[in-house]
């Protein structure tokens, strides 16, 4: 049977699918496969269970270096630090002032961070979680004039008017301030406390942002919103007296934003490095004023504030330690099992079997 000229030019016009006789497409490249031995994989597991056992001791032992410092001041009994303030109101205009004095018997090495501690604030929760407008806090008009449905019931105030920052997170934002002062030859003397650069980099330089509008100032910037969520004394554009740390890109509200995963968290308030105390705190008496005026009674959390130093691996962490010395642990121990399973078996034949 012949075929037509026709059916020819038509076979020979499909592209072939066979693959390029290359090495790689066929598939002809040299392979290596290990051959695992026991004197291949006992020196691993040996290796790398003494390695990570060593690095899990200089991280524990770094830990251990830090010095630490905190004091509760929920004031959640008669007598407690603060328990003339069981009553406080969130938004209250006149907080309640409290204040204690403590002693310092080591230096701390500075830089020392200054801490808040909030226990049993559930900031995980996802529908807390997720009740903010990150394009919003990006510095995006729209957003401002028009919060996303998440922020609801924190989304529009009684009079349609948009909360600006909207949400929940922002809504709840921990609002007590501290000054701590040092007692030396007979008189307090005021420790600086930093706030800048207590924000990521990445926050304060890139997700959070101040609106702007035909160069007009902050104030009018946010003059179509409320200003400030429900629970806020001040607005948003007066976090701050200095006037390059108000808006969204307050570090205070920054840090506040960075929602923790536990139940129980710390967020850095300050950091003690300049003035006097740029190589620390040093050993003696100290007096702490407090502006309370974040209750925490209502949800049975507490809360507390500290101080602590620093070294190359940054706060006070052991976790990490223990996990490299436990992992490690299991690889030696797996690797005295295996070697005890080979020298008794090493003699053994499939004929003795």
């Given at each position: 049977?012949?075929?037509?000229?026709?059916?020819?030019?038509?076979?020979?016009?499909?592209?072939?699918?066979?693959?390029?006789?290359?090495?790689?497409?066929?598939?002809?490249?040299?392979?290596?496969?290990?051959?695992?031995?026991?004197?291949?994989?006992?020196?691993?597991?040996?290796?790398?269970?003494?390695?990570?056992?060593?690095?899990?001791?200089?991280?524990?032992?770094?830990?251990?270096?830090?010095?630490?410092?905190?004091?509760?001041?929920?004031?959640?009994?008669?007598?407690?630090?603060?328990?003339?303030?069981?009553?406080?109101?969130?938004?209250?205009?006149?907080?309640?002032?409290?204040?204690?004095?403590?002693?310092?018997?080591?230096?701390?090495?500075?830089?020392?961070?200054?801490?808040?501690?909030?226990?049993?604030?559930?900031?995980?929760?996802?529908?807390?979680?997720?009740?903010r407008d990150d394009t919003q806090?990006?510095?995006?008009?729209?957003?401002?004039?028009?919060?996303?449905?998440?922020?609801?019931?924190?989304?529009?105030?009684?009079?349609?008017?948009?909360?600006?920052?909207?949400?929940?997170?922002?809504?709840?934002?921990?609002?007590?301030?501290?000054?701590?002062?040092?007692?030396?030859?007979?008189?307090?003397?005021?420790?600086?406390?930093?706030?800048?650069?207590?924000?990521?980099?990445?926050?304060?330089?890139?997700?959070?942002?101040?609106?702007?509008?035909?160069?007009?100032?902050?104030?009018?910037?946010?003059?179509?919103?409320?200003?400030?969520?429900?629970q806020w004394a001040v607005p948003?554009?007066?976090?701050?007296?200095?006037?390059?740390?108000?808006?969204?890109?307050?570090?205070?509200?920054?840090?506040?934003?960075?929602?923790?995963?536990?139940?129980?968290?710390?967020?850095?308030?300050?950091?003690?490095?300049?003035?006097?105390?740029?190589?620390?705190?040093?050993?003696?008496?100290?007096?702490?004023?407090?502006?309370?005026?974040?209750?925490?009674?209502?949800?049975?959390?507490?809360?507390?504030?500290?101080?602590?130093?620093?070294?190359?691996?940054?706060?006070?962490?052991?976790?990490?330690?223990?996990?490299?010395?436990?992992?490690?642990?299991?690889?030696?121990?797996?690797?005295?099992?295996?070697l005890i399973v080979f020298l008794?078996?090493?003699?053994?034949?499939?004929?003795?079997?």
């Amino acid at each position: 049977m012949t075929m037509a000229p026709k059916d020819i030019q038509s076979k020979e016009s499909v592209p072939s699918q066979r693959p390029d006789n290359t090495a790689f497409t066929q598939q002809r490249l040299p392979a290596w496969q290990p051959l695992l031995s026991a004197s291949i994989v006992l020196p691993f597991f040996f290796l790398a269970g003494f390695s990570f056992i060593a690095v899990g001791i200089g991280l524990f032992y770094s830990s251990n270096s830090i010095k630490e410092c905190e004091f509760d001041y929920t004031g959640s009994q008669p007598g407690d630090r603060c328990g003339e303030c069981l009553n406080v109101v969130f938004n209250a205009t006149h907080p309640c002032n409290c204040n204690f004095t403590f002693n310092l018997t080591d230096v701390f090495q500075g830089p020392v961070f200054m801490y808040y501690e909030l226990s049993n604030f559930f900031q995980n929760h996802f529908r807390y979680m997720a009740s903010r407008d990150d394009t919003q806090l990006s510095g995006y008009l729209s957003n401002l004039k028009s919060p996303v449905n998440a922020c609801y019931p924190y989304q529009y105030d009684e009079k349609n008017t948009p909360y600006a920052p909207c949400g929940a997170v922002a809504n709840s934002m921990f609002n007590d301030v501290f000054k701590l002062s040092y007692y030396v030859n007979g008189n307090y003397t005021e420790v600086p406390l930093t706030g800048k650069g207590i924000a990521w980099w990445t926050d304060y330089n890139i997700k959070f942002s101040n609106p702007t509008e035909d160069n007009k100032t902050l104030t009018a910037v946010f003059e179509d919103t409320t200003q400030k969520p429900p629970q806020w004394a001040v607005p948003v554009w007066q976090l701050s007296d200095d006037a390059t740390n108000n808006g969204f890109v307050n570090e205070d509200f920054i840090v506040w934003m960075r929602t923790a995963a536990l139940p129980s968290f710390r967020k850095l308030y300050r950091r003690i490095e300049s003035g006097n105390f740029t190589e620390g705190l040093p050993v003696g008496q100290y007096f702490l004023q407090i502006d309370y005026k974040y209750p925490v009674l209502s949800f049975n959390g507490r809360k507390k504030i500290v101080f602590s130093s620093v070294s190359w691996m940054g706060g006070k962490n052991p976790f990490l330690g223990i996990a490299y010395i436990v992992f490690g642990s299991l690889c030696v121990f797996f690797g005295i099992l295996m070697l005890i399973v080979f020298l008794k078996t090493q003699g053994t034949t499939n004929d003795d079997m």
